[in-house]
T-cell receptor, first 110, second 115 residues
C-alpha cells in the first residue's frame, strides 16, 4: 500500500468550475499536510498547508483535512486555465521528511 | 522572502566528470534537502541536513556526495554518474520545529543530463 495516494488523472474541469483534488494517507500519526502545484518543467510550489481537522481557505483555494478518515483534499474555485498543472499532495509522518503522492494532473478547459 | 536559488540551471556531464550542484537560501531555515525528480514522477528524497548535520540519507549511491558548508548553503558533488541519473535535482529548505510542521520551499532545480 502506497503511503500517500492520489488519482493520477488527468482531471478535466471547465473554466470557472470547482476543481476537487483528493488524497489519502496511511500513517495515522501524520500531523502536517501540504499541497504543491507543479507546472511542467518547473519545481513544486507550496500552495497550501493544513494541520488541523476542518477547512482552511486561502483565496480561491480550500484545503480540507479529515484525520479520522485519513483524507485530505484541495478545492480550487473559479478554475482558470493557469491552474492547469500537476498537484502533489504531501504528508509529514514525523521527523524531517515529507512523503509525496504521485500527483494529479489537472486540466482546465476554456 | 521564500526564495531558494540553485545553480546551474542546466548541466550536461560525461560519466567520468566531476561536477557540483549548489543551493542557497536566506530564509533562516535550518533544514535543507536534496531531491531527485524523474519525468512524471514525484520528487524522491535523497538527503536531509538539519542544523548543518546530515540527518537522513535515503540509501543514495556514493557517486552522490552532499555537503553543507553553512546554514545557508548546500552542495551536491557528483562523480562517475550513470545515464539513469539524468533528472531534475531539486533543493528545498524548511524551518525545524518540534511540532513536525515542515513547510518545504523548493528551488527552481538543476536539469542534469549524463551522457
Amino acid at each position: 500500500q502506497k503511503e500517500v495516494e492520489q488519482n493520477s488523472g488527468p482531471l478535466s474541469v471547465p473554466e470557472g468550475a470547482i476543481a476537487s483534488l483528493n488524497c489519502t494517507y496511511s500513517d495515522r500519526g501524520s500531523q502536517s499536510f501540504f499541497w504543491y502545484r507543479q507546472y511542467s518543467g518547473k519545481s513544486p510550489e507550496l500552495i497550501m498547508s493544513i494541520y488541523s481537522n476542518g477547512d482552511k481557505e486561502d483565496g480561491r483555494f480550500t484545503a480540507q483535512l479529515n484525520k479520522a478518515s485519513q483524507y485530505v483534499s484541495l478545492l480550487i474555485r473559479d478554475s482558470q486555465p493557469s491552474d492547469s498543472a500537476t498537484y502533489l499532495c504531501a504528508v509529514n509522518p514525523g521527523a524531517s521528511k515529507i512523503i509525496f503522492g504521485s500527483g494529479t494532473r489537472l486540466s482546465i478547459r476554456p | 522572502d521564500t526564495e531558494v536559488t540553485q545553480t546551474p540551471k542546466h548541466l550536461v556531464m560525461g560519466m567520468t566528470n566531476k561536477k557540483s550542484l549548489k543551493c542557497e537560501q536566506h530564509m533562516g531555515h535550518r533544514a535543507m534537502y536534496w531531491y531527485k525528480q524523474k519525468a512524471k514522477k514525484p520528487p524522491e528524497l535523497m538527503f536531509v541536513y538539519s542544523y548543518e548535520k546530515l540527518s537522513i540519507n535515503e540509501s543514495v549511491p556514493s557517486r552522490f556526495s552532499p555537503e553543507c558548508p553553512n546554514s545557508s548553503l548546500l552542495n551536491l558533488h557528483l562523480h562517475a554518474l550513470q545515464p539513469e541519473d539524468s533528472a531534475l535535482y531539486l533543493c528545498a529548505s524548511s524551518q525545524v520545529r518540534g511540532t513536525g510542521n515542515y513547510e518545504q520551499y523548493f528551488g527552481p532545480g538543476t536539469r542534469l543530463t549524463v551522457t
